[in-house]
């Protein structure tokens, strides 16, 4: 689930810093950071979802 979300961010973060060197020729490093950071956040979020809430299985066994 972290290495999912580390690698979207990391892959935006790497993208976004090569497209803004080649096309503008500089590099808004805080902004990148910012929202690299927030794409882990939300892929983070995502991936936590996707996991499977069993705990009515839990309680019905025990009965």
Known sequence: MFKKSIGYSATYFTV???Y???IH???????????SFMVF??????????????WKKKSN???
């Open 16 to 18: 976004m810093a090569v």
């Open 20 to 22: 803004q060197l080649f």
């Open 25 to 35: 020729n500089e590099v808004r490093w805080a902004e990148n950071a910012g929202i």
């Open 41 to 54: 956040l939300v892929s983070l979020f995502f991936h936590w979802t996707d996991v499977p809430y069993d």
């Open 61 to 63: 066994e025990k009965n």
